[in-house]
């Protein structure tokens, strides 16, 4: 499976960005798609996360400010961020896995996108 994020950038506190991944590849092995962020000195954080049947979850950081989406024709994972807060600064990533349980937990993504930046600017 191969994901490449994009949309990423710069952006003023309260804006909004809005991150794509495509996914290709064996993407039927794909159970649930979830968007990761890492900031400077610090660990990789699980953002939101989708099942194959649309079950959603997200970290309390960003309800009701992201939304995460899927389009299965296309094959793509989005993340629509709004009212963005300077705290949301990282790098983003998409990530595939087939455990849904704990599923805003890294360890339980097998394959994972090089990445985007997205910086707020206070």
């Known amino acids: 499976v191969q994901l490449v994020e994009s949309g990423g950038g710069s952006v003023q506190a309260g804006g909004s960005l809005r991150l794509s991944c495509a996914a290709s590849?064996?993407?039927?092995?794909?159970?649930?798609m979830g968007w990761f962020r890492q900031a400077p000195g610090k660990g990789r954080e699980g953002v939101a996360a989708?099942?194959?049947?649309?079950?959603?979850t997200y970290v309390d950081s960003v309800r009701g400010r992201f939304t995460i989406s899927q389009d299965n024709d296309k094959n793509t994972l989005y993340l629509q961020m709004n009212s963005l807060k300077p705290e949301d600064t990282a790098v983003y990533y998409c990530?595939?896995?087939?455990?849904?349980?704990?599923?805003?937990?890294?360890?339980?993504?097998?394959?994972w996108g090089q990445g985007t930046q997205v910086t707020v600017a206070s």
């Open positions: 989708i099942r194959s049947d649309s079950l959603i």
């Open positions: 590849g064996s993407t039927g092995t794909c159970r649930h």
């Open positions: 990530a595939c896995g087939d455990n849904w349980y704990f599923a805003l937990r890294a360890a339980q993504y097998n394959y």
